[in-house]
Nanobody, 120 residues
Framework: QVQLVESGGGLVQTGGSLRLSCAAS????????LGWFRQAPGKERKFVAH????????FYTNSVKDRFTMYRNNDANTISLQMNTPKPEDTAMYYC?????????????WGQGTQVTVSS
């Protein structure tokens, strides 16, 4: 079965940087897309970025474009999210997710999340 394990969260100051990682296992992810989502306290979970496992460039939500960069390491079966110049509004639980149908439809597989707190 699909397992996704996030790591790298923590406390970071505005203007600093933080890198999240997600280790994926349990399947051949060739046809999958993997993504990052986040949920702030009292709010709905929202899309941050995604990438097709087979190749291509990441796609970002507008609020993180030019600040966050998503990477894929097919050999190590990991994805990561480099967060540069984070803002207090980036504070949230960050989740790694996987979708066997690519980027369309619902995302059925989720990690347990890693907390990111940005202080001003």
């Amino acid at each position: 079965q699909v397992q996704l394990v996030e790591s790298g969260g923590g406390l970071v100051q505005t203007g600093g940087s933080l890198r999240l990682s997600c280790a994926a296992s349990g399947r051949d992810f060739t046809s999958y897309a993997l993504g990052w989502f986040r949920q702030a306290p009292g709010k709905e979970r929202k899309f941050v970025a995604h990438i097709a496992w087979a190749g291509g460039n990441p796609f970002y939500t507008n609020s993180v474009k030019d600040r966050f960069t998503m990477y894929r390491n097919n050999d190590a079966n990991t994805i990561s999210l480099q967060m540069n110049t984070p803002k207090p509004e980036d504070t949230a639980m960050y989740y790694c997710a996987a979708n066997p149908r690519g980027t369309s439809g619902e995302w059925p597989y989720w990690g347990q999340g890693t907390q990111v707190t940005v202080s001003s």
